[in-house]
């Protein structure tokens, strides 16, 4: 049953050939059987999860179903959930019980999916290792002593790892795509304000977006069907129809003109890397699509700017942690003064701290022009940069991560570490959609190809995707150990 | 000459208009004072992790309003920011605020003391959220955080440093809350925090150019408070000075018990707030049509409506003054004017400003309850301007009516009030008093003329004030004279 994808399991159980509470069983089952291992998941919440398939099952038979009715998934534990812990990676929000589900999560649930639990991730999504997290790192199913990649490296994981077939991620620099390459999976940030942001904990506001894990393109689709559309909790949130995710996804590529960005092909990927991303290049014109070469002169602009924009947002977002309504409160606080300082100092780790006094500083007066400003500035140069690739090319195509999945502990200097994010940071400045499906292997480790896509193209992005996995196998490779 | 007469004070106001909205400025709860703590504050309000504000269109529709009112350029792209700072009643650890970009701009507001009229400019009006309140009574040694006003939606109205005196101070005040509460965007009750004030106060030399420093008086919740509170902060300055001190930048409270202001603690060291732009709101628009819209709807404003009642009632400038300090009150005049229908507009005036103000008074009651309406107002005077009762009469019977016994007509009747209009039956009254009185008639008529007013007493207690007051005097007259 763990070896199917998420579309195929929704079938099936329409038809009805299992019961959703058995299917729900056997995730419970891998993932008592597995975590231990990978650390993917912070939460299980088994008893609710079987009692809400056990009603899946009466709908089912009922002749009830919805889109997703009995499939189980995972959350990433960035999502608030009604009356179940939301860490957030955190020892901050250890204790922290919303009294409200994430738009994201209510709306899974509306669609029939199963929650069987919360996935670790990256401390208040900082990171892209999975190492920041207060639970300890989420190991690489394809190599235990690896990392996942971040932040939603639990999620990642638990695909990966067939524990579910389809989990929700956040990315604001990277953090879904980036994981699903290290993890050899599909994974997709929507357009910025394609999904709800109410009830997804902020890290960078203006470049948070929720999107889905999955083993497939197809997958993707009927998840990110279910995720996404408007919401009026939202000011961000895109008032306008949501296309039918799936429509698309058979149509014939000839002609679809692919940009590759040589900023994204020279120095600095790995061999490796570019030698899988050349062969899927080659996959796509077998499919009668059109390379065309581009430049993205800002390109390295992306990751300073981002290094701005995203930890000055994170230190305004991150100020309600201060022990005096929720979350951790230091003991004994002496005054209000003491009671701030060691809350917030005893209660994040080291790398949010780092990105909230890095905020602080770029947000400060003297220093606001030529940081904070500078960057937003930047910022509309980078998207102007796609906004001119998009006069000549359907779609961008690319190595998502510059590298494999590395050993966990390897990348010590933080400034090493945002490099990882090099080629999928932009895509968040500008408010893109972006994706990373699998396209081989480097040593042993699944390397991920990175398709970008200009604004509300999502179905053409998946119909790309589809059409590249009907073509590989990729995407169905599973990782020694958990056949 | 006193020395006090070489200073200059120069102010500028900053109020704080807590609009009228029923819901708050980004969240659902209610708005409505009182109630229990920390019960109409929803997870928005709270600062919960993952919640999103969402801009109230009422609360931007009553900024406008305002901004029309005073003339001021009403912004058509406006933009919420955060200003950052940690106080426990501060849930997120940010106030949103517009900053930069206000959505009023520019404007003035006349004003008059001592029969001198002025203008003073209003820089900007912008709309932010209110915090909560810290209680420090009540929990030994704990603070106690209420956070029901927290997104209270405030419009802060910044005037230019054009007021130069505490007179001047209160008379700028004072006109803008009748402005605010004419335009029914907020309630105005000053006890409840609505409609409150912080000052900025320096002196320089009269004739100086320069501007002396400034101290902030904070949170002057009475036109007495603000009054007080300047004209002491003007004379400590100036005592500062001219014992060759140096006035601080700082903030001070106002103590109302000491009748003096302190500088505050803690809160204030040299803040720098980090405002940037809010990215969970977006800019907010408003089109051309949208504003005259809104124009359409405003109210006839107080200098417009004092400008009419002079000249459709008459009226001189101070009673025109007093009658539309206060929509209510105006309304209440018109509606008696009205109802009074040809009777002189002026009686209405003044019994509208002298007994019906002076028994609200004496009872404490607000106009809106007030025992005796318009339409009953207006039925006395028409018996006055009829000659039914003399107006000495009419005041018992307002008080009757006061009392709830009924309208004019009734109580006239019932208690046989109405005025002897008949002269033989007046002739006969005043044959006998002249009869009874011979020592009096006498020296009235060897010249003492006053004598005429003990004569029109006796004719009045005889007929219980229901003769006509100048049919008595004219008969007194001729028959002394003539006798």
């Not at chain 1, 090493?416 to 500008?430: E, G, S």
């Not at chain 2, 406006?78 to 650890?93: H, V």
């Not at chain 2, 018996?383 to 000495?392: E, H, L, P, Q, V």
Request: charged content about 25%.
């Amino acid at each position: 049953m763990h070896q199917r994808s998420l579309a195929d399991l929704a079938a099936a159980l329409r038809r009805r050939e299992f019961s959703s509470e058995e299917l729900t069983r056997a995730c419970l089952g891998r993932i008592a059987r597995f975590n231990p291992r990978l650390n993917a998941f912070v939460t299980v919440t088994e008893e609710r999860a079987l009692g809400a398939a056990r009603a899946a099952d009466q709908r089912i038979k009922a002749g009830e179903a919805r889109a997703l009715e009995g499939v189980p998934i995972a959350h990433k534990d960035i999502f608030c959930t009604k009356g179940i812990r939301t860490s957030c990676g955190s020892r901050m929000l250890d204790n922290f019980i919303a009294p409200y589900d994430a738009t994201v999560v209510e709306k899974l649930e509306q669609a029939g999916a199963i929650m069987v639990g919360k996935t670790n991730m990256d401390e208040f999504a900082m990171g892209s290792s999975n190492e920041t997290s207060h639970y300890g790192p989420v190991c690489n199913p394809w190599d235990i002593s690896m990392v996942p990649g971040g932040s939603s490296g639990g999620s990642a994981a638990a695909v990966a790892a067939r524990l579910v077939p389809g989990a929700t991620g956040t990315d604001t620099g990277g953090s879904i795509r980036q994981p699903a390459a290290l993890c050899g999976i599909s994974g997709l940030k929507p357009t910025y304000g394609a999904v709800s942001r109410y009830g997804m904990i902020a890290f960078a506001s203006s470049l948070d977006q929720a999107g889905p894990f999955a083993v497939s393109a197809e997958d993707l689709a009927v998840m990110l069907q279910a995720m996404s559309g408007f919401d009026p909790r939202d000011s961000t949130s895109l008032d306008r129809p949501v296309p039918d995710y799936r429509a698309a996804l058979d149509d014939a590529i000839a002609g679809l003109r692919i940009g590759l960005p040589k900023e994204y092909l020279g120095e600095g990927l790995d061999a490796g890397v570019a030698k899988a991303v050349e062969e899927a290049i080659k996959v796509f014109e077998r499919l009668g699509a059109k390379p065309v070469e581009i430049s993205l002169p800002n390109s390295r602009l992306a990751v300073p700017t981002y290094y701005v924009v995203a930890p000055a947002e994170c230190s305004s977002n991150l100020a309600r942690y201060d022990g005096v309504r929720f979350g951790y409160r230091c003991a004994e606080p002496r005054d209000l003064r003491d009671l701030y300082e060691r809350s917030r100092g005893e209660g994040f780790g080291a790398e949010v701290k780092r990105r909230i006094l890095i905020g602080t500083y770029v947000l400060s007066s003297g220093y606001y022009d030529a940081y904070y400003l500078k960057a937003q500035r930047l910022r509309r140069l980078i998207s102007a940069d796609f906004a001119r690739a998009f006069g000549q090319v359907d779609v961008i195509l690319g190595p998502t991560s510059p590298s494999v999945a590395f050993k966990l502990g390897a990348k010590q200097d933080p400034l090493t570490m945002y490099l990882c994010d090099i080629y999928t940071i932009a895509v968040n400045l500008a408010g893109l959609p972006g994706m990373s499906i699998p396209c081989g292997f480097a040593g042993g480790l699944p390397v991920g190809l990175q398709l970008i896509g200009n604004y509300f193209t999502e179905p053409r992005l998946l119909n790309a995707a589809h059409r590249y996995q009907r073509e590989t196998d990729w995407h169905r490779r599973v990782p020694p150990g958990f056949e | 000459m006193s020395l006090y007469m070489e200073w200059e004070a120069v102010i500028g106001l900053e109020a704080h208009v807590q609009l009228m909205t029923r819901s708050k400025i980004f969240s659902g709860a209610s708005t409505a004072y009182g109630a229990e703590p920390n019960t109409q504050a929803c997870a928005i309000d709270l600062g919960l992790p993952g919640v999103l504000p969402v801009l109230n269109g009422e609360a931007v529709r009553m900024a406008v309003k305002f901004g029309l009112a005073v003339g001021a350029e009403v912004a058509t792209r406006s933009i919420f920011a955060r200003k950052n700072y940690f106080y426990p009643d501060l849930p997120k650890g940010y106030q949103i605020s517009q900053y930069e970009q206000p959505i009023v701009k520019g404007g003035r507001l006349e004003i008059a003391v001592d029969g001198r009229r002025k203008t003073i400019g209003i820089t900007r009006a912008h709309l932010e959220e209110d915090a909560g309140k810290s209680l420090h009574e009540d929990f030994h040694g704990f603070s106690g955080i209420d956070l029901n006003r927290a997104g209270t939606p405030l419009l802060e109205i910044v005037s230019e440093p054009d007021l130069r005196g505490a007179a001047e101070a209160v008379a700028y005040m004072k006109k803008l809350h009748t402005l605010v509460v004419y335009l029914g965007i907020c309630d105005g009750n000053m006890q409840e925090g609505s409609f409150r004030c912080d000052a900025n106060v320096s002196v320089r030399p009269k004739g100086a150019a320069k501007l002396g420093t400034r101290t902030e008086l904070k949170n002057l919740n009475s036109f007495r408070f603000i009054e007080r509170a300047i004209e002491f902060e003007i004379e400590r300055q100036i005592e500062v000075l001219e014992n060759g001190g140096q006035v601080f930048q700082e903030t001070r409270l106002y103590d109302p018990d000491e009748h003096e202001t302190r500088p505050m603690r803690g809160k204030e060291e040299a803040f720098d707030y980090r405002y940037f732009p809010d990215p969970d709101l977006l800019p907010v628009e408003l089109e051309r049509a949208v504003i005259e819209d809104i124009r359409a709807t405003l109210p006839e404003l107080p200098d417009a409506k004092l400008g009419r009642f002079m000249r459709d009632y008459g009226l001189t400038v101070y009673e025109a003054e007093v009658l539309t300090a206060d929509r209510a009150l105006a309304d209440y005049f018109e509606a008696t004017a009205k109802a009074a229908a040809d009777t002189e507009p002026k009686l209405a005036a003044n019994w509208v400003m002298g007994d019906l103000l002076g028994a609200l008074n004496r009872d404490g009651l607000a106009l809106a309850k007030s025992p005796v309406s318009p339409q009953q107002l207006g039925g006395l005077l028409r018996r006055i301007a009829d000659d039914t009762i003399s107006g000495k009469i009419a005041k018992q019977v307002f008080e009757a009516m006061w009392r709830s016994e009924g309208d004019a007509d009734a109580i006239i009747a019932a208690k046989g009030l109405k005025q002897i209009t008949d002269t033989s039956a007046i002739e006969k009254i005043v044959d006998n008093i002249i009869a009874a009185n011979p020592s009096q008639a006498a020296q009235y008529r060897a010249g003492q003329d006053k004598l005429l007013g003990f004569f029109v007493g006796q004719v009045m207690r005889a007929t219980q004030g229901k003769a006509n007051p100048g049919q008595v005097n004219e008969l007194l007259v001729r028959k002394l004279k003539g006798g």
